[in-house]
C-alpha cells in the first residue's frame, strides 16, 4: 500500500481529536471565543453531560454575515495574523482550529449577529460540511449549538464517561473561568436546571460564593499582590485559610494571564508556601491569577492549551510562592507540622497500587522539563518522608494487647515482636469497608430511616452523581430525591453514618470522595470507600480502653492487603531487635 | 462569715449542686462552689453558665458574708469529713475559708464572692409562674429526656421542648431518628401558651434533683424568655434557654396504623436484650415479625405472637417468640434494638402497644392500660436494595 494525502474528511477527524476529546473540550471552546468576542453575559446551556447538546450563548461582537462561513474554515482566525503576532498573543483564540474541529464531529448551529447590522445569520454545518446558509433574526452576540457530538466518531463516543463524569468535568471548566472573569456574568445550566450563575460584579469573592458556596468563601483570604518591578509579574486571587484543605490538588486552580492552565510548576510553588500549615497529605485551596508580560510565555504548547511554558519559570515559580506565603503568616498564625518521626517501620502496605502522588503528570514537552523551572520546583515526594523498609510479613495483624491511646489519634499495642502503632481513623475504616462491601454483596447494607427528611445542598457535581448513581447510592443505604434547584431530600443513612455529627453533610463529604477519587474504581466502590471514611472515627476523637480492644479485635480479623480509601498505612510497627538497638542493648 | 451546720448536711447540698460546677473553664471561679449566708441559712451555688444550682442548707448563723471554694477540694473535705458540726469562717482580708470539723481544722484558699456570677433569685424573678408536681415532673422528664440529641449540628434538637397550655404540660424530645412526646394534667391553668426549649442537660439534673427532694416545682420564665428557673423545696435550677423552633412534634406522629401488636413490656424488653447479643455486630438491627407475615396465619397462635430476630453474619443468628395480641396484617420491620430498650425501659405500664404502618414508616410505642399519655416514635432500619 503505498502513501497517500489523506482525503479532507479524514484529516479533519483526526485534527478534531487533538482539540475536541470530551465535551468539556468542546465547552472550553466556545466559553473561549465568547471572552474573546468580548462578551459581558455567557450562558453554557448542557443535556445528557454534553452528548446531546451544548449550548454557548453570548452578546459579544458577533460575526458579520459575510464571514460567517470562513469561521468554520481550518486556521481562520481574527485573532492572529502575523506569525510574529503568536508571540504576543491577548485572546484566548488564536489558531483558528476550535470551530472547524468541533464541526468536523457534531451537527453545529451557530446563530450571530453584530450589533451595528439589523440582521443576523444562521448557519448550520453536519459533520464539517455546511448544510444551510440564511439571514436569521439573533439577539446581538453568538449562540454556538452542538448537538449530537461524536456521532460520526463512535470509537471516541464510546469512549465518553458517564453522563456525571462529564457534567462535573464540564461544571469545573466553567467555573474555573467564571473564577478568572468575575467581572462577566456566568450561567451554567444543567438538564435545565440552574447549577450556578456568577453576578458578574468583578468581586473574586462574589464569583467564588457563587461557585463554591459561603463554607469556602468564609475560609478564604484576598491576596491583592502588587506588580512586582523587576520580573513584571503579578500574583492576585484568593487563597484557603490553614482550616481549608482538600484530599487532593482538584482545587489548586491557576490562571495565567486569563487562561485556565494546569501546571505542576505552580502548583508546587503552592504547596511549597503552604508546608506546615495545613496537614500532611492534605492539599490547599487556592484561585490564583498568573499576570506577566505575554513574550513571557508560550501558550502554544498544548493542543488544548492547558499547558504553558514560562520562559522565566523560576522568577514565576518565586514570585507565587513568596506572596502566598507572605499572605499566610501575615493572615493567619502558621503552626509547623514537625516532620515525621525517624523510627518507623514499614508500614502494612497495600497490595494494589498505591494512589498515585503526583496525579496531573508533568508531560514530556511541558514546562516542567524547562531547566528554570526545574531549579524552583522540587519534586513533590521529596516533601514525603521516605520510609525504611523491612518486613511485617503477611497480610493479618499478630494478636495485639492495647497500652493506650497516643495524641486520640493513634492507638498503641504490644504484639508479640514489638511495639505497634494503630492509626485510629484508618482502622476503623478498614473495618467498616470490609463490612460494608460483605453487607452490598448481600444486598444487605443497614439503612436507618430519619425521623424527618434532611434537605442538602449540593454543588452541580455531586448532584448529578446523585441523579446517575441513585441506585448504587440507595443500596448504600442513602435513599436520595431531588427536591428542585440543587437541593435534595436524605430519607435514610447508612448504618455507618448515623452518628455522624452532622448527617446532612456526610452524603456530600461521601459523593466529594467518590467524585474526586481518580483511582479508576467503580462508583459504587468509590462511595462504599467514601462512605466508611466518613463512618469512622476521625483523629483526634478520643476512645475508651474498651472501644480500642474492640476496634484492635475487629482489625485483627480484617484483611490488610486490600486497598484503603488514602493508600496511608493503618499500623506502623517498631520491632523489638529495632528497640534494642536504639537502646544500644545490641 | 461565721456559720456552723451539720456535715451531713453540708455534703447532702454540696452534691446537689456540685453537678454544675464548670469542668474546664477558663475562668476559676466557676470551678468554685459559691458558700454564703441567705437569710439565716446557709446558701451554696454552682454554676458553668449554662446551668446553674442553687441549694440552701440549714445553719447557725454568727455572721453574714459570703465566698467561693474550689469545689471539688471543698466537696471531697466534706464528704470525708467526721459526721459533726462543721464551723465555717471566712476571712475576707485573705480570702481563705477556715474549716474545723471535730478534730479535723483546714483553710481553703478561695475567690472572692463578688466575682461570682449573678444568678436570679426565685422571690424576685419576675415572669410567668407555673407550678407542677415534683412526682409528675420526673416522670415527665425520664421519658422523654433521653431522645434528645447529643451533637451539636442542630442545637434545637439537643434541648428537650417545654410546652405549657391551659391546664396541661408537654414535653417532647427528638434525635434524627426518634420522638419522644409525653404530657401530662397542671393543677392549674396557664392563661398563655409557653413554648420553651431547655437543654436535655439541664432537664436531667431537674430529673436527678426532683427525685431527691420531691414536693412541688415553681417553673419561672423570665420575660425575655431566654432564662427559665426551676424552684424547689431547697433548691433552684437555673438554665439557659435553646433559640429556635423546635419541629412540630405533632406533624411526625403517625395519625393512623395497619398493625397493632400488645406485649408485655417486661417481656419485650428482655428479649430484645437477649436479641441484641447477636444483633451488636450488625449494627443493632432487632427485626420484629408481627404475625405470621409472608403469608396467612397458619394457626391463631402463630398469628398472635411477636418474633424478634437478629442475626450477624459471622456469629449467628437467635430468635425468641413471644405472646401478642395483634391486631391487623401480619408485618416484618427492623429496628436498632439499642432505640427499643431505652423505650421499653420508660414506658411505664406493664403492657405496651407497637403500632404499624409499613416495614419504612414509622413505628409508634404507647403504654397500655395507664392514663399516662406518652407517645414514642422511632424509625425503622432496612436493608439497602431490599
Redesign the interface.
Known amino acids: 500500500m503505498g502513501i497517500r494525502v489523506l482525503p479532507p474528511d479524514v484529516a479533519n477527524k483526526i485534527a478534531a481529536g487533538e482539540v475536541v476529546e470530551r465535551p468539556a473540550n468542546v465547552v472550553k471552546e466556545l466559553v473561549e471565543n465568547a471572552l474573546d468576542a468580548g462578551a459581558t453575559e455567557i450562558r453554557v446551556e448542557v443535556q445528557r453531560g454534553g452528548r446531546r447538546l451544548i449550548r454557548v450563548a453570548d452578546n459579544g461582537c458577533g460575526i458579520p454575515a459575510d464571514q460567517v462561513a470562513l469561521a468554520f474554515e481550518h486556521h481562520a482566525t481574527s485573532k492572529v495574523r502575523t506569525a510574529q503576532d503568536l508571540f504576543s498573543v491577548h485572546t484566548l483564540g488564536f489558531r483558528g482550529e476550535a470551530l472547524p474541529s468541533i464541526a468536523a464531529v457534531s451537527r453545529v448551529t451557530m446563530l450571530t449577529r453584530p450589533r451595528e447590522q439589523a440582521v443576523g445569520t444562521e448557519i448550520r454545518l453536519a459533520g464539517g460540511e455546511v448544510v444551510s446558509t440564511r439571514p436569521a433574526a439573533a439577539p446581538a452576540g453568538t449562540v454556538v449549538t452542538v448537538e449530537d457530538l461524536f456521532f460520526n466518531t463512535p470509537a471516541r463516543r464510546k469512549f465518553l464517561r458517564t453522563v456525571a463524569t462529564e457534567m462535573g468535568l464540564i461544571a469545573e471548566i466553567v467555573s474555573h473561568y467564571a473564577l478568572a472573569y468575575p467581572e462577566r456574568r456566568f450561567t451554567l445550566v444543567g438538564d435545565g436546571r440552574t447549577l450556578f450563575q456568577t453576578p458578574g460584579t468583578g468581586e473574586l469573592r462574589d464569583a467564588l460564593l457563587a461557585v463554591y458556596g459561603l463554607d469556602v468563601v468564609r475560609h478564604m483570604l484576598t491576596l491583592d499582590a502588587s506588580l512586582d518591578p523587576q520580573s513584571g509579574i503579578r500574583v492576585h486571587g484568593a487563597i484557603g485559610g490553614p482550616a481549608l484543605h482538600r484530599a487532593n490538588r482538584k482545587y489548586l486552580i491557576f490562571f495565567v494571564n486569563g487562561r485556565v492552565v494546569r501546571s505542576p510548576m505552580l502548583t508546587a510553588a503552592v504547596e511549597q508556601a503552604y508546608q506546615g500549615v495545613v496537614p500532611t497529605g492534605r492539599h490547599p485551596f487556592a484561585v490564583l491569577k498568573v499576570e506577566m508580560p505575554p513574550d513571557q510565555l508560550d501558550v502554544n504548547v498544548h493542543p488544548q492549551k492547558l499547558e504553558v511554558r514560562f520562559a522565566r519559570g523560576d522568577e514565576v515559580f518565586r514570585a507565587v510562592q513568596r506572596a502566598v506565603r507572605r499572605l499566610l503568616v501575615e493572615e493567619a498564625p502558621v503552626h509547623r507540622y514537625t516532620r515525621p518521626v525517624e523510627v518507623v517501620d514499614r508500614p502494612l502496605e497495600e497490595a494494589g497500587s498505591p494512589p498515585p502522588l503526583w496525579p496531573e503528570k508533568p508531560r514530556p514537552g511541558g514546562e516542567a522539563r524547562l531547566p528554570g523551572a526545574m531549579s524552583g520546583s522540587p519534586a513533590p515526594s521529596s516533601h514525603r518522608p521516605e520510609l525504611p523498609g523491612a518486613d511485617v510479613g503477611g497480610t493479618k495483624l499478630p494478636p495485639l494487647r492495647v497500652l493506650g491511646q497516643m495524641m486520640t489519634t493513634y492507638i498503641v499495642c504490644e504484639g508479640p515482636d514489638g511495639l505497634y502503632l494503630v492509626d485510629q481513623h484508618t482502622a476503623h475504616e478498614r473495618v467498616l469497608l470490609e463490612r460494608l462491601r460483605r453487607q452490598r454483596e448481600r444486598q444487605a447494607v443497614p439503612a436507618q430511616r430519619l425521623l424527618q427528611p434532611l434537605t442538602v445542598e449540593l454543588t452541580p457535581q455531586q448532584l448529578a452523581v446523585v441523579d446517575e448513581q441513585h441506585d448504587v447510592l440507595r443500596r448504600l443505604g442513602f435513599e436520595v430525591e431531588p427536591f428542585g434547584g440543587l437541593t435534595v431530600v436524605v430519607r435514610t443513612l447508612p448504618e455507618v453514618l448515623k452518628d455522624h455529627p452532622d448527617p446532612a453533610a456526610a452524603l456530600a463529604e461521601v459523593l466529594d470522595g467518590a467524585i474526586h477519587d481518580r483511582r479508576g474504581l467503580s462508583w459504587e466502590e468509590r462511595l462504599t470507600v467514601y462512605a466508611a471514611c466518613r463512618g469512622a472515627v476521625k483523629a483526634g476523637d478520643p476512645l475508651t480502653h474498651e472501644e480500642m480492644v474492640e476496634l484492635i479485635r475487629q482489625l485483627e480479623q480484617t484483611d490488610l492487603s486490600r486497598t484503603c480509601a488514602h493508600g496511608r498505612p493503618t499500623v506502623v510497627k517498631l520491632s523489638q531487635a529495632q528497640l534494642e538497638r536504639e537502646f544500644g542493648r545490641r | 462569715m461565721r456559720i456552723s451546720c451539720l456535715q451531713e448536711n453540708l455534703a447532702r447540698g454540696l452534691s446537689m449542686v456540685s453537678r454544675a460546677v464548670a469542668t474546664r473553664s477558663t475562668l476559676p471561679v466557676l470551678g468554685n462552689v459559691y458558700v454564703g449566708t441567705d437569710g439565716g441559712r446557709l446558701k451554696l451555688m454552682a454554676t458553668n453558665l449554662e446551668i446553674g444550682l442553687s441549694c440552701w442548707v440549714g445553719a447557725r448563723v454568727e455572721e453574714e458574708g459570703a465566698i467561693t471554694v474550689p469545689a471539688r477540694l471543698f466537696e471531697e473535705l466534706v464528704k470525708q469529713s467526721p459526721p459533726e458540726r462543721i464551723e465555717l469562717e471566712v476571712d475576707t482580708r485573705t480570702e481563705t475559708l477556715h474549716y474545723r470539723c471535730g478534730s479535723l481544722s483546714a483553710s481553703i484558699k478561695g475567690i472572692g464572692a463578688s466575682e461570682f456570677p449573678i444568678m436570679p433569685a426565685a422571690d424576685e424573678a419576675e415572669g410567668v409562674r407555673v407550678r407542677v408536681d415534683g412526682d409528675v415532673m420526673a416522670e415527665v422528664v425520664e421519658q422523654v429526656v433521653f431522645a434528645a440529641a447529643t451533637?451539636?449540628?442542630r442545637p434545637v434538637l439537643t434541648g428537650v421542648l417545654v410546652e405549657f397550655e391551659e391546664d396541661r404540660m408537654t414535653l417532647a424530645a427528638?434525635?434524627?431518628?426518634?420522638?419522644s412526646v409525653r404530657s401530662a394534667r397542671l393543677e392549674g391553668a396557664v392563661e398563655a401558651p409557653l413554648r420553651v426549649i431547655v437543654p436535655a442537660r439541664a432537664m436531667g439534673e431537674l430529673g436527678r434533683i426532683v427525685k431527691q427532694v420531691g414536693g412541688e416545682i415553681l417553673v419561672i420564665l423570665t420575660p425575655n424568655r431566654n432564662q427559665v428557673l426551676f424552684h424547689m423545696a431547697e433548691v433552684d435550677l437555673v438554665s439557659q434557654l435553646i433559640e429556635g423552633t423546635f419541629?412540630d412534634y405533632r406533624l411526625?406522629i403517625p395519625k393512623s396504623f395497619e398493625t397493632r401488636v400488645v406485649v408485655d413490656t417486661a417481656r419485650f424488653l428482655e428479649t430484645v436484650r437477649r436479641a441484641l447479643i447477636f444483633a451488636r455486630d450488625?449494627?443493632n438491627?432487632v427485626r420484629l415479625q408481627v404475625g405470621n407475615a409472608g403469608g396467612p396465619a397458619e394457626t391463631h397462635e402463630q398469628a398472635a405472637r411477636l418474633v424478634v430476630r437478629a442475626e450477624a453474619?459471622e456469629t449467628g443468628s437467635g430468635e425468641e417468640a413471644i405472646p401478642a395480641a395483634v391486631e391487623g396484617a401480619p408485618l416484618e420491620i427492623a429496628f436498632?434494638g439499642r432505640y427499643l430498650m431505652d423505650v421499653l425501659s420508660v414506658v411505664g405500664s406493664p403492657q405496651v402497644a407497637l403500632e404499624l404502618t409499613t416495614p419504612?414508616s414509622?413505628g409508634v410505642f404507647r403504654p397500655v392500660g395507664t392514663e399516662t399519655e406518652f407517645t414514642h416514635?422511632v424509625?425503622?432500619?432496612?436493608?439497602?436494595?431490599?
Open positions: 451533637d451539636e449540628t427528638a434525635d434524627g431518628f426518634r420522638l419541629p411526625i450488625a449494627a438491627i453474619s436498632n419504612s414509622p416514635v424509625m425503622p432500619m432496612h436493608l439497602g436494595g431490599r
